[in-house]
């Protein structure tokens, strides 16, 4: 089946300081999208992507559907304490007649010192 | 978010027990999943119903039956569990389409731990 390759596994960044993280995969997605996970809760959406080349924006979260649609990189700028979670890539492709079934990275585990 | 509910939020039970998982999409949507995430694992897709109808089955285990009696309502029947099925397993609804569809979104998932 379709695997996606989600890197780092894990980050330990000062407060202030900027965060990327980026999944590939060896086949095409139509879909990426990054979620955050905290601590006893469920994944909540942070961004979709639905064109090769898109770059979107969602407050300091900032991220792009690579152009050969098999990448993605999620950047976070002056990171916060509330920052810290599990990051998650997912990739659909949802079409025809399949019914949003998602790939989903390992996770990229965020800590922030202050 | 409150537009998945998910309960019982923990379950400690026994490998003979018998017990459901039961899941509420407030948001309309036509389609729901069940997950499971363990440990060090991504998220593993158990099944997806459309319409109500069940669309996927990803080799689970007979042991878990899943229950789709409307659109908004999703259980996980849970029977002769295995200690290596303790787990979180997460609900997630969405819309979709023709051609594609909505984002998921997700429970808070149901802590399940098998003694």
């Known amino acids: 089946g379709q695997q996606l390759n989600q890197s780092p596994q894990s980050m330990f960044i000062q407060e202030g300081e900027d965060v990327s993280m980026n999944c590939t995969s060896s086949?095409?997605?139509?879909?990426w999208l990054w979620y955050k996970q905290d601590p006893g809760e469920g994944p909540v959406l942070l961004i979709a992507?639905?064109?090769?080349?898109e770059l979107t924006s969602n407050g300091r979260l900032t991220a792009q559907f690579g152009i050969t649609r098999k990448d993605s990189f999620l950047n976070i700028s002056a990171s916060i304490p509330s920052d810290v979670g599990i990051y998650f890539c997912?990739?659909?492709?949802?079409?025809?007649?399949?019914?949003?079934?998602?790939?989903f990275g390992q996770g990229t585990i965020l800590t922030v010192h202050p | 978010e409150t537009g998945v509910t998910q309960t019982p939020r923990h379950l400690v039970m026994g490998m003979t027990n018998k017990k459901s998982l039961k899941c509420e999409q407030h948001?309309?949507?036509?389609?729901m999943y069940w997950y499971k995430q363990s440990a060090k694992k991504p998220l593993e897709l158990m099944f997806v119903?459309?319409?109500?109808?069940?669309?996927e089955n990803n080799s689970v285990p007979s042991r878990f039956s899943p229950e789709c009696p409307n659109s908004s309502h999703l259980f996980l029947h849970l029977h002769t569990l295995q200690p290596e099925d303790s787990a979180l397993y997460l609900c997630?609804?969405?819309?979709?389409?023709?051609?594609?569809?909505?984002?998921?979104?997700f429970g808070d998932g149901t802590r399940l731990s098998i003694l």
């Open positions: 997630a609804s969405s819309q979709v389409s023709a051609g594609g569809g909505q984002p998921q979104h």
């Open positions: 086949s095409i997605f139509n879909t």
């Open positions: 992507l639905y064109k090769a080349g």
């Open positions: 997912a990739g659909d492709n949802a079409g025809g007649t399949s019914y949003g079934k998602l790939t």
């Open positions: 948001l309309g949507h036509n389609a």
């Open positions: 119903y459309n319409f109500k109808e069940q669309t």
